[in-house]
């Protein structure tokens, strides 16, 4: 079976320039995440999509931070403008919808970004 | 709020048992896992066990949960270079996501 894919694995960009990161989670799997993973800490929530809608956005910083997931398979999430304090890595994770199975989350590889 | 604690830093010597702790806040929660993370990889999925459980054994690891105490551990037996990574103990919140700690760096000695 395969696993989540993300792409690109790596990025370097100046600040206040623009970003996209790109994600394909496992097939079958509803709800998607994307999480933000600075060095040194655990990874923390940015988005997570059920089918094409969004349900928790809270932990987004929505004047630079967008994503989306039109199909309900594949989503992208962007950086407009980058800032320094972006430098992370972005992984993408997908899973069941919540209440089934066990609720476990099956993450793709990151994409390490560095904004200077 | 909600959130995990755990060490930053284990080392161990080559065929010892590591154990790796963690305590967290929400005690409604269902399901509480073990990801391990190695250098420029994703996450991936170690073991999880259910709230309703106290130990689950699976090949060499071992993980128990003291509900009372909201403590979960890890114990890898005769840990293996293999085994160095970065450990994430996380727990499924009431609030239907996924809370992870900062992570315990384990390294081997030889």
């Known amino acids: 079976e395969a696993g989540v894919a993300q792409s690109p694995r790596y990025k370097i960009i100046e600040k206040r320039q623009s970003v996209a990161f790109w994600c394909n989670p496992i097939?079958?799997?509803?709800?998607l995440y994307w999480y933000q993973q600075i060095l040194g800490q655990g990874p923390k929530l940015l988005i997570q999509?059920?089918?094409?809608?969004?349900?928790?956005d809270s932990q987004l910083p929505k004047d630079r931070f967008s994503a989306e997931r039109l199909k309900g398979v594949d989503s992208t999430l962007k950086i407009q403008p980058a800032k320094l304090e972006d430098s992370a890595v972005y992984l993408c994770?997908?899973?069941?919808?919540?209440?089934?199975?066990?609720?476990?989350?099956?993450f793709g590889p990151g994409t390490r970004l560095t904004v200077l | 709020g909600e959130d995990v604690e755990q060490s930053l830093f284990l080392s161990v010597r080559e065929g010892d048992s590591s154990v790796i702790n963690c305590t967290y806040t929400?005690?409604?929660?269902?399901?509480l896992y073990w990801y391990k993370q190695e250098p420029g990889a994703g996450l991936q999925l170690l073991t999880y066990?259910?709230?309703?459980?106290d130990m689950k054994q699976d090949q060499r690891l071992t993980v128990l949960l003291n509900k009372k105490d909201k403590h979960l551990s890890l114990r890898i037996a005769d840990t293996q270079t293999g085994d160095s990574a970065i450990y994430f103990c996380?727990?499924?919140?009431?609030?239907?996501?996924?809370?992870f700690g900062s992570g315990t760096r384990l390294s081997i000695r030889p």
């Open positions: 994770a997908s899973s069941f919808p919540p209440g089934l199975s066990t609720d476990t989350q099956y």
């Open positions: 097939s079958g799997h509803a709800t």
């Open positions: 999509f059920q089918n094409n809608g969004v349900v928790d």
């Open positions: 929400d005690s409604s929660s269902t399901y």
């Open positions: 066990i259910f709230s309703n459980m």
């Open positions: 996380a727990f499924y919140s009431s609030a239907s996501k996924i809370i």
